[in-house]
Structure formats: structure tokens, C-alpha cells
């Protein structure tokens, strides 16, 4: 008995520091021969002048010592700070990118004039987002300094008028009034397709057959359809339909994909018709439909861009399409980002909603 | 009068030459074949069986839940009205995922029109009954399987039917947890005296709780034989030792274990 919990203090002293020491020595080893074969394979490369041929093997080669490296590191980091090493390497990472691509368009490396360094696209940026564009009457956010003294002046008219000169509202405003358009039908009618099979038959074909249709190929036909073809509906219709169709199909799927036990207890316990949806059904298919809402948020944005991008005189598509015809590389990239960032806005407010509608997920 | 002499007299659950027949693509698969049973008010009745015998379809049909191809299902209803003739605990808990416990307790009654705070106020009792009641707002995936168990259980109870049908309800779990959950049905059912129809596929199951052991055979199902369980109420846990308990066990297996081998053979 007490030998016995001898060996098990003196296995747990040992644990602390001896055992561990050789194996984080070999570590730190291996993390600087890989950082040295990293930088010594490029500047030998830069130094034969070579580099620029080899460019792509180079980076190659260099991101895999790189993982090889950062695995290394994340060995030795200790399980309470594994949480900012993790967010170190999936911020960090992108930031290196940067700092690359800026190195590489100062040092001429690559084109600045197609390949802006991104601290100048930052600049234009910052410059789209303060300054009112008097050619076309536009501004990027609608001047939001301006609104409280529009306010006070003219209510909520001189506020409106203001937002209505902001690219991004046009175009936030067109992606989620055609998202509401195209969503609710859409789950309807997949909850529809879902349950009756003489439906689904019917519409299963044709929807899919719309599905793989680019959607800005039957935007022609759309704007043919409105009196104002060259107005808002046109392009809030073709987003709404891409939705639609998305929304059917996948709502279709996740009703089908409702465990019949649930179907079997609902019908059981007194559930049906309005009851059945609202208890059984849509909750059920509930995490499906959100997969397939955001799946659908990404294609009313690349929707309404490239329709924006055709046929519009407000919005970010049209605004970066604008700033590539008139050859500023600078603020087309800067419209870009911009379009990247209200992706990651409308995603997080999905993730926002869906918490709230369904609480019963971890 | 004569509706009282009628509920005295006729089975709770009458069951009359019940047959199924799936349509397959190489002609038609019988499910169940000629079965009768009654089940008089009160009574605990196990239905035993190899897999495949059509144990589980005959429950879903007694609980309107597959359609019948011949013969006829009753069950009596009792005298007060709107209380549901049947419901069902099945063996996969389905408990809805997207419900609080206090709410899927009370989901039956919610769908019966029952007002708020009376639905949940019994839905509590249930669950306080069982000693779930601090568990009240949790979402199922925060609980082990015998507590959703539980929970189904009691969302049946809670519906107060005129009979409960239970498919396997036990079925999905771990030896320690069937026992202690077996001993709470127990409990339950001498304080309730419900009509149960209750599918298993153990023996110690059935004849621990059962009045009567129906044996089916093995694909097409049919009555196979009955055995009256004459062990004395309230039943305990330890009975399964008693050498009573024994012997029934061994009846049933003997003919059980021909029924299986022979359903092995026919089907490799």
C-alpha cells in the first residue's frame, strides 16, 4: 500500500518536469531547423536570382514547412492557451497574406497597377466611404455624419435622402427584400413538396431544372415583365427567385429527412394540419432550412452583384464594376472588400436568428 | 344502462382477425396474419415475439398509425369525454428535440385544447413524479437516454388515454437503466391500473409485468400461444428470482426458442 503510492508521488513529480523537457527540447529543434529551411531555401532562391522562376513551387514548398512548422508549435503551446493559439493561427495566417501581397506590390514583384497593396486599398476604402461622388450622386454607407443635422432639419425625408445615395444600403435593401420575397414561398412550398409526393413529382424536376440556370442569364426576361424594367422589382425579383427555388428544394429535402417517429408521435398525440407544421414539421426541418437559408444568402449576393454589375446605377456591383471600367484598380478592389465584409455581416445575423428560433440546439 | 352494461361486458381493446399485407415489387409480403386479441379493461397485456413477427405493425395499427388490410381494431372509449383512446411510447423515446421537457410532457394536452397553465401544471406533476421536475426547461439532448425514456413515458400518462401502447419502450437501453425503469412502470401502473398493450422482446420483461404473455410467431405473425402470469400484485423487481418466475420464464422460452431458430432458418 504505501509502496505502492510512493511510486504513484514519485511518478507524479517526475511527470511535472523530467519526462516532458527531451521531448520539447527535440521540439524546438525541429521548429528551427523547419524556420531555417523555410528562409534559407527562399534566399538562396532570391540570391541565384531565381526566386522569380521558381515562384510557385517556392510558395509551396514554403506553406507546407510552414504547417509543418506552426504543428510544431502548436505541440508545445500548454492546453490553457490553446484557445489564442488557435485564433492566433486562423487570424494570423490571413495577416501574413497581407503583409506578403504588400511586400510583393511595393517591391514590384507583382503588378501594383492590377494588384494594389492592400494598405492602398485600405486608403480607397476610407476614401469611397467619406466622399460624395458628384458624377453619379452616390456615396458608399450614405454619409451618416451628415444625418443627425438632416435630421434636425428636414426629419426623416432629409435622413432618407441621405441613405438613399449609399450603395450598400441599395444593395443590402435589394438582397433582403428579394431574400424575405424568395425564402418564405420557397419554404412553403418545399414543406409542400415535402409532404405530398403528386407535388413533388410534379415540381421536382422543373425547380432543379431552374436551379442550375445562371440566374442573371433570365434577368433580361425578368426585366421584360415590369413596366420600369430598368427599376428596383426586376432586380429584387431575380434574387427572390434564386432564393425561391434553393428554399423549395431544400426545404423539400429537409421535410423528408424528419425522422417518421416524430410524424408518428405528432399524429399520434392529436397533432394536425396547422399544428403538425408548427410543432412538428417546421421544427423539425428547422436546422435544414437554416443550412440551406445560408447557402442562399451566398447566391442573393452573387446574384444581385452581377446583376449589378450589368444593369444598375447604385450599388456595390455597381460600383466596383464601375471603378474597373474607369481603370481604378484601387476602389474596385475596395468594392470588393466591401462585398466581402456584407457577407460576413448577413451571415452573422442568420447565425444570430437561428440561435434565437432554435434554442434546443447545443 | 345499456351503454355501462356494454362497457362492462365488451374487451377494452378488441382486436378481430387482423391481417397485413404490403404490396412488394415480387407480389405481397403478409406482416400478420389472423389476429385476435382482447384486452379487457385494466389489464397489462406483453406481446412477445422473434424480430420481424409483426409485433411492432399490430401496435401502430391498434394505434391508428398503419392502416389495417383485413379484419378490425377497437378500442372502447370510456365514459368521460375527450380523452384520447390511445397513446403511444415508442421505442425510439420520440420526444420532440425541439421541446422542453415540461413541454413535450404537456404536448398532448396542449393539442387537446388544454389551457396553459393547467396543461403544464399537470405536465409538472408527471415530471416531478418521476423526479424530473428540476429538469423541467431542459432540451432533450441535455439528458441520458433513460431520462427521455422517462420523459416519453410520462408525456403518455400525462394524455391520460383510455389504453397505453407501448412499443419496446425499454428496448434502447442499458441493462441497469431497464431495471430501475421497469420497477417505476411498475409503480406507475399499480397507482394508474391503466389497459396497457406492451410490445417487448424480453421475456423477463413480459412476464414481470404482464397479466398475460401473448407469444407470436415469426414471420407472418400470428398467435402463436397465451400464457396467464398468475404472480400476485404489486410486483417487485425481486420476484425475477422467485422460482414461479422461473418456470414461466421457461414455458415461454421453450416454445419461443423453436419459433426463433425456425425464423433464423427461413430467413439467412
Known amino acids: ?362 | 344502462m345499456s351503454v355501462s352494461m356494454q362497457a362492462a361486458t365488451a374487451p377494452k381493446i378488441g382486436a378481430r382477425h387482423v391481417s397485413k399485407h404490403y404490396p412488394t415489387a415480387d407480389g405481397t409480403m403478409v406482416a400478420l396474419e389472423d389476429f385476435s386479441l382482447e384486452v379487457a379493461d385494466g389489464e397489462f397485456v406483453c406481446i412477445v415475439g422473434p424480430s420481424g413477427c409483426g409485433k411492432s405493425t399490430f401496435l401502430r395499427m391498434v394505434a391508428g398509425l398503419e392502416s389495417i388490410s383485413l379484419g378490425s381494431i377497437d378500442i372502447q372509449p370510456g365514459r368521460e369525454p375527450g380523452r384520447p383512446l390511445n397513446s403511444v411510447v415508442f421505442q425510439e423515446y420520440a420526444i420532440f428535440p425541439w421541446k422542453t421537457l415540461i413541454e413535450n410532457v404537456a404536448f398532448g394536452l396542449q393539442m387537446r385544447g388544454v389551457g396553459r397553465k393547467e396543461r403544464l401544471d399537470r405536465a409538472r406533476y408527471w415530471l416531478d413524479r418521476v423526479g424530473l421536475g428540476k429538469f423541467a426547461d431542459y432540451y432533450p439532448h441535455q439528458i441520458s437516454g433513460g431520462m427521455k425514456q422517462r420523459v416519453s413515458i410520462i408525456r403518455a400518462l400525462a394524455n391520460d388515454p383510455e389504453v397505453l401502447l407501448m412499443d419496446e419502450p425499454l428496448g434502447a437501453l442499458d441493462a441497469q437503466t431497464r431495471v430501475v425503469i421497469q420497477e417505476e412502470l411498475l409503480r406507475i401502473w399499480e397507482e394508474t391500473r391503466k389497459t396497457v398493450l406492451y410490445i417487448t422482446h424480453s421475456l423477463d420483461e413480459a412476464v414481470l409485468l404482464g397479466d398475460r404473455v401473448i407469444l407470436m410467431s415469426a414471420q407472418p405473425g400470428r398467435h402463436l400461444a397465451t400464457f396467464r402470469i398468475e404472480l400476485p400484485r404489486p410486483r417487485t423487481i425481486a420476484m425475477t428470482n422467485s422460482p414461479r418466475f422461473a418456470e414461466y420464464r421457461a414455458q415461454i422460452w421453450e416454445k419461443l426458442s423453436a419459433e426463433v431458430t425456425r425464423a433464423m432458418e427461413a430467413r439467412p
Open chain 1, 1 to 362: 500500500m504505501t509502496v505502492v503510492s510512493a511510486d504513484n508521488a514519485a511518478a507524479a513529480g517526475s511527470a511535472g518536469a523530467m519526462p516532458r523537457s527531451p521531448i520539447a527540447r527535440g521540439e524546438r529543434r525541429a521548429i528551427l531547423l523547419l524556420a531555417g529551411a523555410m528562409v534559407a531555401l527562399n534566399l538562396a532562391l532570391a540570391a541565384a536570382g531565381l526566386w522569380g522562376d521558381f515562384a510557385w513551387p517556392a510558395i509551396g514548398l514554403s506553406f507546407v514547412l510552414l504547417v509543418l512548422l506552426c504543428e510544431r508549435i502548436g505541440r508545445l503551446v500548454p492546453v490553457k492557451h490553446k484557445g489564442a493559439y488557435e485564433r492566433t493561427l486562423a487570424l494570423g495566417f490571413p495577416l501574413v497574406v497581407l503583409v506578403l501581397w504588400e511586400l510583393a506590390a511595393d517591391s514590384g514583384f507583382i503588378n501594383p497597377n492590377w494588384f494594389p497593396p492592400p494598405s492602398k486599398i485600405g486608403v480607397a476604402l476610407w476614401d469611397l466611404s467619406t466622399r460624395y461622388d458628384r458624377f453619379s450622386g452616390t456615396t458608399l454607407l450614405g454619409r451618416p455624419w451628415l444625418m443627425p443635422e438632416a435630421f434636425s432639419q428636414d426629419g426623416w425625408a432629409g435622413v432618407w435622402k441621405l441613405a438613399a445615395e449609399s450603395h450598400v444600403l441599395a444593395t443590402v435593401g435589394r438582397v433582403l427584400f428579394g431574400f424575405m420575397l424568395g425564402a418564405i414561398p420557397g419554404v412553403l412550398v418545399g414543406v409542400v413538396m415535402g409532404l405530398n409526393q403528386t407535388v413533388r413529382l410534379m415540381l421536382d424536376t422543373t425547380l432543379s431544372a431552374i436551379y442550375v440556370l445562371p440566374k442573371i442569364a433570365i434577368f433580361p426576361i425578368v426585366m421584360l415583365m415590369f413596366a420600369d424594367p430598368f427599376g428596383e422589382a426586376p432586380k429584387i425579383l431575380v434574387v427572390g427567385l434564386s432564393v425561391f427555388i434553393l428554399m423549395a428544394i431544400n426545404t423539400m429535402a429537409a421535410v423528408r429527412g424528419i425522422d417518421n417517429v416524430y410524424l408518428m408521435a405528432g399524429k399520434n398525440y392529436g397533432a394536425k394540419g396547422w399544428s403538425m407544421l408548427r410543432h412538428v414539421i417546421l421544427p423539425g426541418a428547422m436546422p435544414v432550412i437554416f443550412s440551406g437559408l445560408r447557402i442562399a444568402l451566398g447566391t442573393a449576393m452573387i446574384v444581385i452583384i452581377s446583376v449589378e454589375f450589368v444593369r444598375a446605377k447604385q450599388g456595390v456591383g455597381y460600383m466596383t464594376f464601375y471603378y474597373w471600367e474607369v481603370l481604378n484598380p484601387e476602389k474596385m478592389y475596395a468594392g470588393l472588400v466591401v462585398v466581402m465584409v456584407l457577407g460576413v455581416l448577413l451571415t452573422y445575423a442568420l447565425q444570430w436568428l437561428q440561435r434565437r428560433l432554435m434554442p434546443w440546439q447545443k
